[in-house]
């Protein structure tokens, strides 16, 4: 039984999209290629979907310079001690959803303590003290800083859609094998980032902690688990990651990245190949379209 996991194949990860990586399309070829190829072998198919709204914290119009009054340019960096100085401002009008708060407590007692003054006598949020405890976490956590992305999978956008090469092969395989596609969302929280399709960077609710449905899921009933999409530096890096230091350790040979099915955001490259470094040696199979055997 083959499960593929398909990660973030999205169009503003493509050429033409808001944070294109100019390979993606090639990728994208050859991942609709695969799945064409092994029709008859691949059981299931996962795929992940990065869905934001526009006021989402890695965005430029959650901030604001306090002395400019301009917002960030994409790729900023935006740090605890940035925040704390007012360098950066949070947004103050942001509206939170009246269905489920964004943050709960609970979840987010479960990485420190929350700050006595993270809610004002009214009982509303902060927002300033929450993304100084936010920024905090994040660079206690030693992977990240906040960096401000182009706007990008804005939910029901064109960019947030699957790009059609590979959308088009995985409803072929539905039909030919009666299989559906088992769709994940991830990111829509406003006030956390999800570079892993499975846990955000700082859990703040049941949604953004560790999907443990999502990995049995995965694990159970799984001869081979294949992953590709984009990007390699990024979502496929950090949702692997996650996999892997939850799945049984003598069974890594069941793991298998396509490498020449994702490719880095540019500039991140190094990123991408101490990721196929790192999974190798923890003996997660690394190998092209080509190479693997069903």
């Given at each position: 039984m083959t499960?593929?996991?398909?990660?973030d194949?999205?169009n503003?990860f493509?050429p033409g999209?808001?944070?294109?990586i100019p390979?993606?399309?090639?990728?994208?070829q050859?991942?609709?290629?695969?799945?064409?190829?092994?029709?008859?072998?691949?059981?299931r198919?996962?795929?992940t979907?990065d869905?934001?709204?526009?006021?989402h914290?890695?965005?430029?119009?959650?901030?604001?310079n306090s002395e400019?009054?301009e917002h960030?340019?994409?790729?900023?960096i935006?740090?605890?001690e940035d925040?704390?100085?007012?360098k950066?401002?949070?947004?103050?009008?942001?509206?939170h959803?009246?269905?489920?708060?964004l943050?709960?407590d609970?979840?987010?007692?479960q990485?420190g303590?929350?700050?006595?003054n993270?809610?004002?006598?009214?009982?509303a949020?902060?927002?300033e003290q929450?993304?100084?405890?936010?920024?905090?976490r994040?660079?206690?956590?030693?992977?990240?800083?906040?960096?401000?992305?182009?706007?990008?999978?804005?939910?029901?956008?064109?960019g947030?859609?699957?790009?059609?090469?590979v959308?088009d092969a995985?409803?072929?395989?539905?039909?030919?094998?009666?299989?559906?596609?088992?769709w994940?969302d991830k990111g829509?929280?406003?006030?956390?980032?999800?570079y892993?399709?499975?846990?955000?960077?700082?859990?703040?609710?049941?949604?953004?902690a560790?999907?443990d449905d999502?990995?049995e899921?995965?694990?159970?009933?799984?001869d081979?688990?294949v992953?590709?999409?984009?990007a390699?530096?990024?979502?496929?890096?950090?949702?692997v990651?996650?996999?892997?230091?939850?799945?049984?350790?003598?069974?890594m040979?069941?793991?298998?990245?396509?490498?020449d099915?994702?490719?880095?955001v540019p500039?991140?490259?190094e990123?991408g190949?101490?990721?196929?470094?790192?999974?190798?040696?923890a003996g997660v199979?690394?190998?092209?379209s080509?190479?693997?055997?069903?």
């Amino acid at each position: 039984m083959t499960t593929l996991l398909l990660i973030d194949i999205q169009n503003d990860f493509h050429p033409g999209g808001s944070l294109a990586i100019p390979t993606a399309d090639a990728d994208a070829q050859r991942t609709a290629s695969f799945i064409r190829k092994h029709t008859s072998s691949i059981s299931r198919i996962v795929a992940t979907m990065d869905s934001h709204h526009k006021l989402h914290i890695a965005h430029p119009l959650f901030w604001t310079n306090s002395e400019s009054g301009e917002h960030p340019n994409p790729f900023t960096i935006i740090s605890m001690e940035d925040v704390q100085s007012g360098k950066w401002i949070p947004r103050k009008d942001l509206k939170h959803p009246v269905r489920q708060p964004l943050i709960d407590d609970a979840i987010l007692a479960q990485g420190g303590d929350v700050p006595d003054n993270l809610y004002s006598s009214d009982g509303a949020l902060d927002i300033e003290q929450y993304c100084i405890e936010y920024t905090r976490r994040l660079e206690e956590k030693g992977r990240f800083q906040l960096c401000i992305w182009p706007e990008h999978c804005l939910i029901g956008s064109e960019g947030h859609n699957v790009v059609r090469v590979v959308m088009d092969a995985i409803q072929d395989w539905s039909h030919a094998t009666g299989g559906s596609v088992e769709w994940v969302d991830k990111g829509a929280n406003l006030l956390t980032e999800m570079y892993s399709a499975l846990c955000s960077e700082v859990p703040i609710s049941k949604k953004t902690a560790f999907d443990d449905d999502l990995f049995e899921s995965l694990k159970i009933n799984t001869d081979k688990l294949v992953m590709c999409g984009q990007a390699l530096s990024h979502c496929v890096n950090y949702t692997v990651r996650d996999i892997v230091d939850h799945w049984p350790k003598d069974e890594m040979s069941k793991l298998t990245v396509l490498k020449d099915c994702a490719s880095s955001v540019p500039g991140f490259e190094e990123s991408g190949e101490f990721f196929l470094n790192d999974m190798k040696e923890a003996g997660v199979n690394i190998e092209t379209s080509e190479e693997f055997q069903p």
